[in-house]
């Protein structure tokens, strides 16, 4: 669950970046997992998935996002959840 007390304040231009984001009308299959998806299935959408962030102009915002209120589920800036979750230890291990 992510830890809600590391989202910013109401406020609209903080969010102005997904009005720019390539999957902005896209289905949210294609970034979050259905429960139970594993192996080469998973692999093929986040693989999609990372292929639209990849052309994206607010992939860096939207990295940054999740990194900051530590996003637990889907692709965010090309990154799945497993790679979020190595960056962030890393971040905490480096102090």
Known sequence: ?????????????????QLHAACRGMASSYF??????RGPARAR?????KAVCHECPAL??????AL???EPYGIWGGLSEGE????LALSVQAG
């Open 45 to 49: 959408r986040e693989a999609t998935a």
């Open 68 to 70: 900051e209120v530590h």
């Open 84 to 87: 979020r979750q190595q960056i």
């Open 60 to 65: 860096a915002a939207c990295r940054a996002h």
């Open 1 to 17: 669950m992510a830890d809600t007390r590391r989202l910013p304040g109401p406020n609209a231009d903080v969010w102005d970046w």
């Open 32 to 37: 979050f997992h259905p429960e139970g998806e």
